[in-house]
C-alpha cells in the first residue's frame, strides 16, 4: 500500500513538473518563429488572453484564442504597452533602438472612415478641440463617427520636443538643483530622456553636466553616450529630417514621406544614419501597404453603396439592373482609386483592384431584394434554395481553357444574364401580370438600393457570395400561390335559392382554385444575400 502511494505521488510530482514547463514555454517570448506559438497576451485593463499570433500589422494583432479557437482583432492600443513596444520591435514596426517616449491619446473615429489622433483638451457645444503637436484642431461633431478610445502613441505625436522637455525637467527640479551623485542622477537621467525625445544637443550638455556633478557617477556609460549624443547634435538636421518622414506616415501622407524619404538619400547619401533611415523606409512601406489594404476594404463597400443610391434614384428598374450588373463595379473602382490617391497619388486602377481580389475576407455584408425578389423571374428568385437543384452540375468550359479565358466567358455570361432580365423589365415586366418598373417606382430609395445591392453581389462579379438566404412568403407562406372561391357569385332562383326564401338572393359557390400569389409572383420566396 505505501509501495503505491509513493509510485502515485511520483507521478502526480512528475506531472506538474511537466504543466509547469509547458507553461513556462508557452509564456515564454517568442521573437524567432514565435508569432505562431500559444503565448500569454497583456491586454492593457490588467487582463491575460492565452492565443497564437496568426498574424499582425502596423494597425492591430489578429489572434487565435487557445480555450475556444475564435479569432480576435486587437488594436495595439488594447495591449500592456510594453508588451505591445516588446511585440512591435519583434515584428518590425518600431525602431529598437529608438526608445521612443509613449503617451496615452484620444483616438476619434470620423464619418470618413478615418481618425484623428491627439490629446482632447476641451468640449465645446459644437467641437471637439484636440491638441497635436503641429497644432490645435477644431472637429466638428457633425464629423465625428463615435466615442474617442484611448491608445498609446508616441509623445512627439502630441508634444513639442520644448514641450517635452519642459516637462521632465520639472519633473527632475529637485534633484537637478542637487550637486554630487543625487544631481549627477537626475541629470544622467534628463540625458537619456532627451535622447528619446531626440533632442540630442540638449542630451550632450546635461551628459556633461553629470559628469560635473560627479566625476564618478556611471564615468564609462556617460563618456560614450556623450560622445554618441554630440555625434548626432552635428547630425541633428538629418535626425530630424528622419523624424519628418516618420511624422507624414504617422499622418497617412504616404507621398510626401515617399519624397522626403528620396530626398533624404539624395541629399546625404554617405549619412552616418543610413541605418536609421532604412529602417525608417521599411516602417513607411509597411504602413503604406497596410493603411492602403484596410481602406480598400472599407472603401469599396461604402462607395459601391453610395453609387448604388444615386443610381436608385434617378434610373429606370431595367438600367438599374444593367448598372448593378456591370458598370456599378467600375464606377466604384474609380470611386475608390481617387479617394486613395488623396494620401498616394501614385496608385493605380490595377493596384486597388489587386488589393480589392486579395483583401481578408472577413465579415459579412446584407442584402435582400425584399418583395421585389419576384423581379429576379422565378428561376434566379430560387436558385441555390432549392435543395433538388443544388447538385445540378454547372456548364463546364472545353478542356485546355485558361483561367483568363474563363474570367472572360464568366464576365460575358454574366453581361448577357444581365442584358436579358433588364429586357424583360423593359419589355412590360419580369412577370406577365406585373409591370416592373410600376412596381420599382412605388419603392423607397432604401429598398432599391438593397435590391441593388444584392444583384450586384450575385452579378456584379467583384463581391464573394457566402450565403444565399431564404424566407418563405408572408402572403402565400411560400406556396407561390394562393386559394381563391371559383364560380364567384351567381344570380338566385326558384330551383337555386342558395338558402333563402327570397327570389333575387345571391349565393357563393363552394369551390375554390389556386392562383398565383399577388404578392411574389410564384416565387414563393424573399431572397437575402450574404457576401463580401
Not at 448593378?324 to 493605380?348: F, M, N, P, R, Y
Request: proline share 3%.
Amino acid at each position: 500500500m505505501m509501495q503505491r502511494m509513493r509510485l502515485l505521488g511520483s507521478i502526480a510530482a512528475a506531472l506538474v513538473l511537466v504543466l509547469t514547463l509547458c507553461a513556462q514555454d508557452v509564456g515564454a517570448p517568442r521573437v524567432d518563429g514565435g508569432a505562431s506559438a500559444t503565448r500569454m497576451i497583456k491586454l492593457r485593463d490588467g487582463s491575460i488572453l492565452w492565443a497564437r499570433i496568426e498574424s499582425h500589422s502596423s494597425a492591430q494583432l489578429d489572434l487565435v484564442r487557445a480555450d475556444t479557437g475564435g479569432r480576435v482583432a486587437l488594436d495595439w492600443g488594447r495591449l500592456d504597452p510594453v508588451q505591445a513596444r516588446e511585440l512591435q520591435i519583434d515584428f518590425g514596426y518600431l525602431d529598437p533602438n529608438g526608445g521612443e517616449v509613449l503617451v496615452t491619446a484620444d483616438q476619434v473615429p470620423l464619418t470618413d472612415g478615418r481618425s484623428v489622433i491627439g490629446k482632447i483638451v476641451n468640449h465645446a457645444p459644437d467641437a471637439l478641440h484636440i491638441k497635436t503637436a503641429q497644432s490645435l484642431l477644431q472637429l466638428p461633431l457633425s464629423r465625428i463617427a463615435g466615442p474617442a478610445t484611448q491608445v498609446q502613441v508616441p509623445a512627439l505625436d502630441i508634444y513639442t520636443k520644448q514641450e517635452l522637455y519642459q516637462q521632465k525637467q520639472l519633473e527632475l527640479a529637485t534633484g537637478l538643483a542637487a550637486e554630487g551623485a543625487a544631481g549627477a542622477e537626475a541629470a544622467f537621467e534628463l540625458a537619456r530622456y532627451c535622447e528619446k525625445i531626440l533632442d540630442f544637443a540638449g542630451a550632450a550638455k546635461h551628459y556633461a553636466e553629470t559628469a560635473a556633478k560627479d566625476p564618478q557617477f556611471k564615468s564609462a556609460e556617460v563618456a560614450a553616450a556623450r560622445s554618441r549624443a554630440s555625434t548626432k547634435a552635428a547630425l541633428q538636421e538629418q535626425v530630424d529630417a528622419i523624424a519628418a518622414i516618420d511624422l507624414e506616415r504617422k499622418r497617412d501622407n504616404f507621398d510626401k514621406a515617399l519624397a522626403l524619404s528620396k530626398a533624404f538619400v539624395e541629399r546625404w547619401p554617405d549619412s552616418p544614419l543610413m541605418p536609421e533611415w532604412k529602417k525608417s523606409k521599411d516602417r513607411l512601406d509597411k504602413a503604406r501597404e497596410s493603411y492602403l489594404k484596410q481602406q480598400v476594404a472599407l472603401l469599396w463597400y461604402r462607395e459601391s453603396e453610395r453609387l448604388a443610391r444615386a443610381a436608385a434614384q434617378k434610373y429606370s428598374f431595367a438600367q438599374c439592373v444593367e448598372y448593378a450588373g456591370s458598370l456599378l463595379a467600375q464606377e466604384t473602382l474609380d470611386a475608390v482609386t481617387a479617394a486613395l490617391q488623396k494620401s498616394s497619388k501614385t496608385l493605380e486602377p490595377a493596384g486597388v483592384k489587386s488589393m480589392w481580389d486579395a483583401r481578408e475576407k472577413r465579415g459579412t455584408h446584407r442584402a435582400s431584394y425584399g418583395l421585389g425578389t419576384w423581379l429576379l423571374g422565378e428561376e434566379r428568385a430560387r436558385k441555390g434554395l432549392d435543395k433538388k437543384k443544388e447538385g445540378e452540375k454547372k456548364a463546364e468550359l472545353p478542356k485546355g481553357t485558361t483561367s483568363e479565358q474563363q474570367k472572360i466567358a464568366e464576365a460575358l455570361q454574366r453581361y448577357l444574364d444581365n442584358q436579358a432580365v433588364a429586357r424583360k423589365a423593359a419589355g412590360g415586366g419580369a412577370q406577365n401580370t406585373e409591370d416592373a418598373e410600376a412596381f420599382w417606382r412605388e419603392q423607397m430609395i432604401g429598398t432599391r438600393v438593397q435590391w441593388m445591392l444584392a444583384y450586384h453581389a450575385e452579378y456584379g462579379g467583384t463581391m464573394q457570395v457566402v450565403a444565399l438566404q431564404g424566407e418563405n412568403c408572408p402572403e402565400c407562406g411560400g406556396k407561390g400561390a394562393t386559394e381563391q372561391a371559383s364560380g364567384g357569385i351567381v344570380p338566385s332562383t326558384p330551383n337555386n335559392s342558395g338558402g333563402g326564401n327570397r327570389s333575387g338572393q345571391t349565393a357563393v359557390n363552394s369551390a375554390s382554385r389556386l392562383v398565383p400569389c399577388n404578392t411574389c409572383k410564384h416565387t414563393g420566396v424573399i431572397r437575402r444575400v450574404v457576401y463580401r
